[in-house]
């Protein structure tokens, strides 16, 4: 086959062609189009192909042990071409195992598998040069190597059950990268990786917590990310019933229809637990989107609780082992207190007029009307420019902004939240309807209420502008038109605006 040899015929040489075609094909799969692992496989197929037709052309059949040539050169040379072509043959292979797992949108995760099946395909490569490369009987080897392996396996059994374990982690998948576990000895956290060795989460304190695979085989677990993101949660709140039990709960759904961190598919429930004499015992259950927000959402529903209770007229009862005075003792001195108006009380529980004296407080409160909308009543629609401002006093209401042909929901206000400032103190357009999701009381403050205190106190404007400024920069005001809400909302613009719009002197 070599015989033929010239320097005139030097392409045609096969081992020039195999070998240009071998550093060819490395330098293109291997540097070029090693970012693109889609490319990268074809490439290597192509090259693999490519190389495969051209050892076949030349009478070199590399799964078969071939007669030895009896030249020397020769022998090298098919010996190379041999392990060249099963290289290509495992790096082909590879490339598709890799580009499979990253098809699937889960690299991370199937890590350990994919390099296992890798480590695989490396070690049938180096049987396959044994054996058709060097006639080596490859059965003698296996049977000789398995004495090896049992002292080797013996001396890392602790390594082989991580191994073992991780791979039977792998296949059985109870959990995935990103989902958030419960181990039965209390440990938590946040998979964030898995190995050979172990398996890593990152726990609510942000630390890095390294589990052997072996021991998470054994340990039960629960998997809070799983079937879905969305995770249940619960709170329990006592009540003393000054009212009926059915009152009560009609007050505790009102809160969570105000919760804007829950889920409202499935349905929120509430369930009384208890009934005595001092109290009614609720357990308000829910549903979050991650596990990461149920505690941001107890916050919200605590303090929703505290605010429709307060609403409501009703009282939090103390808990069972609570030490302290009776609760008739508790409810004579709260009845013994000076009694203070609602209007008074929504100005006290406000920021935006928490730089009023009593006096302007009081003046400001004998001017509010008390005004009252059904379930589902429009209480603003988008675009109105509202000129006055509405205290929520009990009820939930929702806010949502039409963008093309879907209906976004901003937001959810309850007792204490209030709206319309924008309109009335600046005269912009609201970007959002409200709508109630309950029967709703609202007390209104108007324009012309709020002019003689700013004509009396004219750095009552500048107070109001500073906490309207405020809300705007941690987006906590009324849901103003986009952009009219003053040129980026400055100080200056803001207090400006007041006077202008309420014609107090400069």
Not at 68 to 80: H, K, Q, Y
Not at 222 to 235: E, Q, W
């Amino acid at each position: 086959m070599l015989d033929n040899f010239t320097w005139s015929g030097v392409l045609a040489d096969p081992v020039v062609q195999a070998g240009t075609l071998a550093v060819v094909g490395a330098i293109v799969t291997r540097i070029a189009l090693r970012p693109f692992p889609s490319w990268k496989l074809a490439g290597q197929v192509f090259f693999f192909a490519a190389l495969t037709v051209l050892l076949l052309y030349h009478d070199i059949v590399p799964y078969e042990v071939g007669p030895a040539p009896a030249s020397t050169f020769e022998r090298v040379f098919i010996a190379l071409a041999k392990v060249v072509w099963w290289i290509n043959a495992a790096w082909a292979l590879i490339a598709f195992v890799r580009v499979f797992l990253i098809f699937e949108r889960q690299p991370r995760e199937g890590r350990l598998v994919q390099d296992l099946v890798i480590g695989l395909i490396y070690l049938g490569a180096i049987l396959s040069v044994v054996a058709y490369v060097f006639s080596f009987p490859v059965g003698t080897l296996i049977a000789t190597s398995g004495v090896f392996a049992i002292i080797l396996g013996l001396a890392l059994q602790s390594t082989l059950s991580d191994v073992f374990s991780g791979i039977a982690l792998n296949l059985g998948r109870p959990y995935t990268i990103g989902d958030w576990i419960v181990l039965n000895d209390g440990v938590e956290g946040r998979v964030v990786e898995t190995n050979w060795r172990s398996t890593h989460l990152l726990n609510g304190s942000n630390d890095l917590v390294v589990l052997p695979n072996s021991f998470l085989a054994k340990v039960g677990l629960t998997n809070l990310s799983s079937p879905d993101r969305s995770h249940g949660a619960s709170l329990t709140v006592r009540v003393v019933p000054t009212i009926g039990p059915s009152a009560i709960i009609e007050v505790m759904r009102t809160v969570l229809l105000s919760s804007g961190s829950i889920l409202t598919e499935p349905k929120p429930g509430v369930q009384i637990k208890s009934l005595a004499s001092d109290a009614v015992e609720l357990e308000l259950s829910f549903r979050v989107r991650d596990i990461g927000q149920a505690g941001p959402a107890k916050n919200e529903i605590f303090d929703l609780i505290y605010r429709h209770i307060k609403a409501a007229g009703l009282t939090l009862a103390r808990p069972i082992d609570a030490a302290g005075p009776p609760p008739d003792q508790l409810q004579s001195e709260e009845v013994m207190k000076p009694h203070r108006p609602t209007p008074l009380k929504l100005l006290d529980a406000i920021s935006l007029f928490s730089s009023l004296t009593e006096d302007e407080k009081e003046t400001l409160a004998a001017s509010m009307t008390r005004r009252t909308y059904k379930k589902d009543s429009i209480l603003i629609e988008q675009g109105d420019t509202v000129a006055s401002l509405m205290i929520v006093r009990s009820g939930a209401l929702v806010a949502t902004r039409r963008e093309g042909h879907q209906e976004v929901e901003l937001g959810r206000l309850a007792p204490g939240d209030y709206f319309g400032e924008s309109g009335l103190l600046i005269g912009v357009g609201e970007a959002a309807s409200l709508r109630a999701l309950t029967f709703v009381v609202v007390y209104e403050i108007a324009q012309a209420s709020l002019t003689p205190l700013l004509h009396d106190r004219p750095g009552i404007a500048e107070e109001l502008a500073a906490t309207l400024s405020r809300r705007i920069e941690t987006g906590q005001h009324s849901f103003a038109t986009e952009g009219a809400t003053l040129n980026g909302g400055s100080m200056t613009s803001l207090v400006t605006r007041i006077r202008h719009l309420f014609k107090v002197p400069q």
